[in-house]
């Protein structure tokens, strides 16, 4: 590159302005790259490879569409080759450009045979794999780098800069399709100001975008922690922050605020779910989060790979130095984070009962809050698994692969002395059981929505039973079990906890039980054997509780205790099925509440080899025309 440039210089110094124009693009060194291996290497002189190639053969300036995304795709099938780029929001379309065209240039070589690589610049990042990453919500491999000089008033600088990044977040998450972007800046003293930089790319639903940058913004104590600035990048988002204004001012600047005056907490826009809606998002109900795509396993294969341009001259240009931290550690937590038991002790105020959110059958669950108002929910497993450190690490990393809109996110682990925890991300709303067990808050639940979280409870089951590359049986899955984000968005919570605490998983029968009376089948309650229909038990009970808003622990008809699957069936046999349905729930649509009470008495059939699979489970549900067979009698079993 260095000779590339003086070989530039010597050719078109004549002309003063492509020399600096060739100056300013030929000294964009890359920041970091990556060549990963999770989709292994192609041959050389293979229809993959004449795809790659071909990838921004059809890119010309004039097809950009302004708010710095774009991919690209070439060929078909599976040799396919796709790739996207996302340019930072400031820049220009013709930096834009060559940042582009450098990056697949610059990333071919390092990364000769790799079907996947991504690769970041300061303008740019630019990444291609052999399937298309639209939509998906990636946040590894990640790197970030701080600016080296410290900050002399650490508490005010992370004051201001956390309220900067709340706002900024809030700002770009709200953006449309067209781009999710912000700057600004926060007065810290009279003298100090940060500013910041954060984006994603404009494909992520606000939740994702959301998502992703809290997930950067996690990063900052680590990597920068009193230092003036620094820069967290993963493929779908990344955060930059300085003392200085290091980009330029666009329509997308959200200006000075100081936070002198605490700010007022910044609520998300209220009609956040109509800018949800706007977006073409309906063909993708079930949004798969696959970080894996890019694998841990390779990151530690690949380390070695990591190449900074240590031994190139530096370019005059750049007002800051920057350096890149080392790799080896730092993807391994940027992968999935290993939090020190210290800091999260902090976070939950020594798990202090102010912020117990609850009681699960593996230990207690704490509401903590990390830096930059990031909340965690921490759950500390009961030590007394035999299992090593190693296991238990393991297990996690898996669980932690598994994502789906309809599970709570696993985000790290705490593995310290005898205290094991896991950390997640906090779902604001609570647990399914407080809205519908209770009489004032039931009120929130009307048919739409309660249909809406069958339905993605259903998803969510079907993820874990059937999509996902690890089979879960859940094993407790029930109405607390069930957690409500923002929009009552339903996420199942607890699922491999049996692989992650040593119970033994692998066969099809266990004498530790692990569930809930009332929810489990009855040949898992008596004879320990569980499989992916006992879950479907579960969920069936847990459909007849959603429908008739009481719990089958304690269900009363009138004034009279009665069991609630028993119930149901009995009038399901009378005609009188409609009985069931909870008062509040009346203008509901009957075609949609009879086919969940269907559904429901189905899955709880005594049969096991009669309950039908997740997968159909979702089909009837989405599908009007599939015939549903006729229940047999359900299993009841009497909670005692
Ligand atoms: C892919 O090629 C790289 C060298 O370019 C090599 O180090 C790596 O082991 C190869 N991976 C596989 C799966 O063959
Ligand atoms: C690829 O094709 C070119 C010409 O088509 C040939 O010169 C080269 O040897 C081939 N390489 C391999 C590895 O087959
Ligand atoms: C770019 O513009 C040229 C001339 O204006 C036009 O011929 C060409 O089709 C355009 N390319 C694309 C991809 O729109
Ligand atoms: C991807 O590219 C195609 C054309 O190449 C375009 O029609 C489509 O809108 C692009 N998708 C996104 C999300 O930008
Ligand atoms: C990508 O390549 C891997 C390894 O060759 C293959 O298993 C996978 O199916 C490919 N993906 C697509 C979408 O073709
Ligand atoms: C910043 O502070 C750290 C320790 O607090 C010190 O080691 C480092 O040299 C300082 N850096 C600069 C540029 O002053
Ligand atoms: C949000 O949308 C509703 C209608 O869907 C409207 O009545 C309300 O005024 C909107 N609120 C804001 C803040 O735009």
Redesign the pocket.
């Known amino acids: 590159m260095a000779k590339g440039l003086s070989w530039q210089l010597s050719f078109s110094c004549s002309i003063i302005i492509t020399f600096f124009l060739t100056l300013t693009i030929a000294q964009q060194q890359p920041l970091y790259h990556f060549c990963s291996n999770t989709n292994g290497n192609f041959t050389r002189n293979s229809t993959y490879e004449t795809n790659l190639d071909g990838l921004l053969s059809s890119f010309s300036l004039n097809a950009t569409n302004g708010n710095g995304f774009h991919n690209f795709s070439s060929g078909h099938g599976s040799t396919m080759a796709n790739a996207v780029a996302l340019c930072r929001g400031d820049v220009s379309q013709g930096d834009c450009f060559s940042c582009i065209n450098d990056a697949n240039a610059e990333l071919r070589n390092r990364c000769p045979n790799q079907k996947e690589a991504i690769i970041w610049y300061d303008s740019c990042m630019f990444r291609y794999t052999n399937h298309t990453v639209i939509g998906d919500a990636e946040n590894s491999p990640h790197f970030y780098t701080p600016n080296e000089n410290n900050v002399t008033d650490v508490d005010a600088f992370n004051r201001a800069l956390d309220s900067l990044l709340d706002r900024l977040m809030d700002v770009a998450s709200s953006g449309t399709s067209l781009g999710k972007f912000a700057t600004g800046s926060e007065r810290v003293t009279a003298l100090q100001t940060v500013y910041a930089l954060v984006q994603s790319t404009p494909d992520l639903t606000p939740i994702d975008c959301r998502s992703c940058l809290s997930q950067v913004i996690v990063d900052i104590p680590r990597c920068c922690d009193g230092k003036k600035g620094g820069r967290v990048y993963a493929p779908s988002c990344n955060i930059r922050f300085e003392t200085e204004r290091f980009y330029t001012l666009t329509a997308a600047d959200t200006g000075t605020s100081s936070t002198a005056p605490p700010p007022t907490p910044s609520l998300p826009?209220?009609?956040d779910t109509?800018t949800t809606g706007n977006k073409n998002n309906s063909s993708r109900l079930t949004i798969i989060i696959s970080i894996s795509a890019v694998g841990f396993a390779l990151l530690v294969i690949s380390c070695c790979i990591f190449i900074i341009l240590r031994s190139r001259k530096k370019p005059k240009v750049k007002a800051k130095k920057q350096e890149v931290t080392e790799a080896a550690d730092e993807i391994k937590t940027a992968e999935f984070l290993q939090y020190d038991f210290n800091s999260i002790r902090a976070a939950t105020d020594n798990f202090s009962d102010a912020n117990k959110l609850g009681q699960g059958g593996f230990g207690a669950v704490y509401k903590g809050t990390l830096a930059y108002r990031n909340s965690i929910a921490v759950k500390r497993l009961s030590t007394e698994s035999s299992q090593g450190d190693h296991e238990f690490e393991n297990e996690v990393r898996l669980m932690a692969n598994l994502q789906h809109r309809n599970l709570v996110r696993l985000q790290g682990f705490c593995l310290e002395g005898n205290e094991r925890l896991l950390i997640y991300e906090f779902v604001p709303n609570g647990s399914l059981d407080n809205f519908l067990f209770d009489r004032v808050k039931k009120a929130c639940l009307n048919w739409e929505r309660r249909y809406k979280i069958i339905g993605g409870i259903a998803r969510g089951l079907l993820y874990l039973h059937q999509d996902s590359r690890l089979r879960i049986i859940h094993r407790d899955l029930k109405a607390s079990n069930i957690l409500l984000d923002a929009e009552m968005t339903p996420k199942i919570a607890d699922f491999g906890m049996a692989r992650m605490c040593a119970v033994d998983q692998t066969q099809g029968a266990t004498s530790r039980i692990v569930g809930t009376y009332g929810y489990m089948a009855p040949e898992y309650a008596m004879h320990g054997q569980f499989s992916v229909r006992s879950d479907v038990f579960s969920f069936g009970v847990l459909v007849l509780e959603i429908l008739s808003g009481q719990k089958n622990s304690s269900f009363h008809n009138g004034s009279n205790v009665d069991d609630l699957i028993n119930f149901a069936w009995r009038n399901w046999k009378a005609g009188t099925v409609f009985d069931l349905v909870d008062p509040s729930l009346r203008d509901g649509s009957r075609t949609e509440l009879m086919r969940c009470i269907h559904i429901g008495l189905l899955c709880v059939q005594e049969n096991v080899a009669q309950r039908p699979s997740m997968g159909s489970v979702v089909l009837m549900l989405t599908s009007y025309s599939t015939t549903l067979p006729l229940p047999s009698e359900p299993a009841f079993l009497l909670h005692s």
Do not use: K
């Open positions: 826009p209220s009609n109509t």
